[in-house]
């Protein structure tokens, strides 16, 4: 554990309470975008790299696209993707009984040039079976200057967007570096950001994360947590890292993968509970 991680043998319990109950299916607005998401979104990328992820190996395309419309039928109406975890088909085939326009979905590339990410457009809503995709951001950003090596497929999207084929685009990073130029880069609206309680698999300190990420929401860039059980190193402690979360105003949605429906339900019932915990 780092040395600015919360010990979670005595959690400030009392700091991170609120007065009012949070749900995984609340309504709110990622920023200055103007999309609508659930609370929380259904990950579908848990270890997921190289055209595939946990959901997709132990669940399939049918499994997984029972889930994402279990999901969607307790509200939570954000699903969280990625070309590099072949999950693509899977939310297809759940929105073939889901409205389209009732759902949010996210997705990254690994596009290096704006060629291939013009290709990746028409492969992406081709493999999700839609006209529009709402957010896409760049994935797994590491250098500082990401700004200027990605430029091309920045370009690409933005036109995207002009043209209604995005509503939004945005980063994920995985590093430091790469968060600090997200602070300062306007084209950047939506962040997907690694925190949790016990500093694990994230990028920076907790007081370094926490600080871009108040910077992120303070400029109305739309914020979004992932690793909140730190990639499972921290599931032990799941009310003490959803109460942490959930306490966070900075924080306008987390993503988890959920990968059976009881793990589902057990998170709608946990989430409550642990949002007012004094």
Known sequence: MGTGAIGLSSFPHHLYA???????????????????????????????????SNQTRKLGIRGLSDLLRNGYDSGITFFETADQYGSHP???????KVPREKVVILTKTVANTADEMKEGLDRFRKELGTDYIDIILLHALQAGNWN?????????????????????HGVSCHS???????ADESWAQVMLSRYNLGEAMMDGSLAEIRKLL????????????????????LINKMDECLQFSLGHSCIDSF????????????????????????
Do not use: C
């Not at 899977?90 to 073939?96: D, F, G, N, T, V």
């Not at 430091?176 to 997200?182: D, F, N, S, V, Y």
């Not at 947590?225 to 499972?232: E, P």
């Open 90 to 96: 899977h939310i297809r085939e759940a929105l073939k």
């Open 176 to 182: 430091l570096m790469a968060m600090e130029t997200a």
């Open 18 to 52: 609120g007065e009012i109950k949070k749900h995984a299916y609340d309504r709110v607005i990622l920023g200055n975008t103007g999309i609508e998401v659930s609370r929380m979104a259904m990950g579908t990328g848990t270890s997921g790299w190289n055209g595939s």
């Open 148 to 168: 200027v090596q990605k430029k091309g497929v920045m370009e690409v999207l933005s036109q995207a967007r002009e043209d209604g084929i995005i509503k939004a």
């Open 214 to 233: 108040e910077s992120y929401h303070e400029k109305g860039k739309g914020v979004i947590q992932m690793k909140v059980f730190g990639a499972g190193k």
């Open 255 to 278: 993503t988890i993968g959920v990968e059976q429906a009881e793990q589902l339900a057990d998170l709608q019932k946990r989430i409550p509970a642990a949002s007012v915990r004094g």
